[in-house]
C-alpha cells in the first residue's frame, strides 16, 4: 500500500473518530483529543524541522545546475529564460484570480480554523513598498533569517549564492555543489524518516480537527480540491493562446496533438510516463524539429512545472482564507516570487516532499500557518492529476515555441 493511500486512510479514519468522539465521547472523549493534539503537533514540528535548510541546499544544486545548463547551450538558455517567464505568470495567475474566486465561492461557512483551530480572524499587516522595507529582505546574518523563518530572505540568499557558485573554478563548484547535494540527500532522508510516521501524525490532526469542527473539516477540504483543480485548469486553459501567439499553431491542431499525452498524464500522474507520447506528438502534429525537442524536452521534464506556482500559491491562499488570515498586496507579490523560485528545489522529488518543500516556504513567506498542510496533503492525489495534465501541456507548448524562435519551423 503507497504512502498516499495510507495517509489517505488516515485522514479519513481520523476525520471520522473525532467527529465520533464530538458526539458521543463525552469527558473521555475530550481527553483522547488533548492527547492526540500533542502527537499531532509533534509530528508537524518535526517536518517543519529541516524544511529551512532543504529548501536552501536544494536551491542552491538547482540554480547551480540551470546557470551551468543555460551557459553551456544557447538554446537551453532560451528555453530557461521561457519557463523562469512562464512560471512567474502562472503564479501571477493565482495572485490575480485566487483572491476573486474565493470570495465568489468562499471557504464553506464554519469550516474557518476547522483544520487548526483558530478562533479569530487574523490579519497579515500590508506593508508600502519603502527602501527600509526592500533592505529587510536582503539578510545581513542569513543564518538568524533562517532560523527566524525568514523564508524570503533565504530563498534570495539562496538564489545569490547559486549563480556566485557558478562563476567559480570548475573543480571547486563541483566540490560545493557535491557537498550541499550530499546534505540535500541527508535532509531528505530526515524527511523520509517524517513521512513514515505520516499516518499517525495525519490520523492526530484529524481527530482533532474532526472533534472542533466536525463536518465542516470534509466540507472545507472537498471545496479545497475544487478550488486547486479550478486554478490548474486555469493555468492549462492559458497556455493554449500563448502557444497559439507565440507558437504561430492553429488552436485545433495544437490541441488534437496535446489530447493523446493528456490522456496519459490523467491516467499516470506522471510527466516522465508521458514523454514518450510528447516525443510523437513533437515529431508529428507539433511539427517541432528533434535538435529542439531533445533538449526542450527533458528540460521540461526535469526543470518546468508549470502548474506548481499556480496551485502551490493557491494552497497558501486557500490556508489563509481557512484561518481568517487577510492577505495584502505586498504578501501576493512575496508568494507569487517565492513560488515560482522554490519550484527548483522540487525537482526530482517524490510528490509527497515536493508539496511541503514548495508549500511550507510560500506560506511562511506570507504569515501564513502551516498547520493545515499535512491534512490537505492527504487529499492531494485528485489535483494532482490536474497538475501533471497542465504540465505536459505546457512541455509541448515550450518545444513549439522554441522551435519557432530558431527557426523556420513548420
Known amino acids: 500500500m503507497s504512502l498516499t493511500v495510507r495517509i489517505l486512510i488516515a485522514l479519513v479514519a481520523g476525520l471520522a473518530c473525532g467527529i465520533a468522539l464530538a458526539e458521543w465521547g463525552g469527558g473521555w472523549g475530550t481527553d483522547i483529543v488533548a492527547a492526540s493534539q500533542p502527537i499531532g503537533k509533534a509530528w508537524l514540528n518535526g517536518l517543519q524541522m529541516p524544511l529551512i535548510p532543504l529548501i536552501f541546499t536544494l536551491l542552491v544544486t538547482g540554480i547551480a545546475q540551470a546557470a551551468t545548463t543555460a551557459r553551456s547551450n544557447g538554446m537551453a538558455g532560451r528555453t530557461i529564460g521561457l519557463f523562469a517567464a512562464l512560471l ?58 533562517a532560523a527566524d523563518g525568514q523564508v524570503v530572505a533565504v530563498v534570495l540568499f539562496a538564489l545569490i549564492f547559486g549563480f556566485a557558485v557558478t562563476r567559480i ?26 513521512l513514515w510516521l505520516a499516518p499517525i501524525g495525519v490520523f492526530a490532526l484529524a481527530l482533532v480537527a474532526g472533534a472542533r469542527s466536525g463536518l465542516a473539516t470534509a466540507g472545507a477540504l472537498l471545496h479545497y480540491i475544487g478550488f486547486i483543480v479550478l486554478l490548474c485548469l486555469l493555468v492549462t486553459l492559458l497556455v493554449y493562446p500563448i502557444v497559439v501567439i507565440l507558437g504561430r499553431i492553429a488552436p485545433g491542431r495544437f490541441a488534437r496533438a496535446a489530447f493523446p499525452v493528456q490522456a496519459i498524464a490523467f491516467s499516470t500522474q506522471s510527466s516522465i510516463a508521458s514523454l514518450p507520447a510528447m516525443i510523437q506528438a513533437s515529431d508529428g502534429p507539433l511539427a517541432v524539429r528533434e535538435t529542439t525537442r531533445s533538449i526542450v524536452l527533458p528540460l521540461a ?23 481568517g488570515v487577510t492577505i495584502g498586496p505586498t504578501q501576493l507579490v512575496m508568494g507569487v516570487v517565492v513560488a515560482a523560485i522554490v519550484n527548483l528545489a522540487a525537482v526530482g522529488l517524490p510528490g509527497q516532499i515536493t508539496f511541503f518543500t514548495t508549500t511550507g516556504p510560500i506560506c511562511l513567506a506570507m504569515g501564513v500557518p502551516v498547520e493545515a498542510l499535512p491534512l490537505l496533503l492527504a487529499v492531494e492525489t485528485v489535483p494532482d492529476i490536474f497538475r501533471t495534465v497542465g504540465n505536459v501541456t505546457a512541455d509541448m507548448a515550450a518545444a513549439r515555441i522554441i522551435d519557432q524562435g530558431s527557426g523556420d519551423g513548420a
Not at 103 to 115: E, K
Not at 172 to 187: C, H, S
Not at 301 to 323: E, H, K, Q
Request: proline fraction near 7%.
Open 88 to 145: 512567474l505568470g502562472s503564479a501571477a495567475v493565482t495572485a490575480l484570480a485566487g483572491p476573486l474566486m474565493l470570495h465568489l465561492w468562499p471557504v464553506p461557512a464554519g469550516a474557518i480554523g476547522a483544520v487548526t483551530g483558530a478562533s479569530h480572524v487574523a490579519e497579515v499587516p500590508d506593508v508600502r513598498p519603502s527602501a527600509e522595507w526592500l533592505l529587510g529582505f536582503i539578510p545581513v546574518n542569513p543564518f538568524k533569517s
Open 169 to 194: 573554478a570548475e573543480a571547486r563548484r563541483a566540490q560545493i555543489t557535491d557537498l550541499f547535494q550530499g546534505l540535500a540527500d541527508a535532509l531528505l532522508v530526515m524527511v523520509n524518516w517524517v
Open 301 to 323: 521534464i526535469s526543470l518546468f512545472r508549470i502548474t506548481s506556482p499556480a496551485a502551490n500559491l493557491g494552497v497558501a491562499l486557500y490556508v489563509a482564507a481557512m484561518n
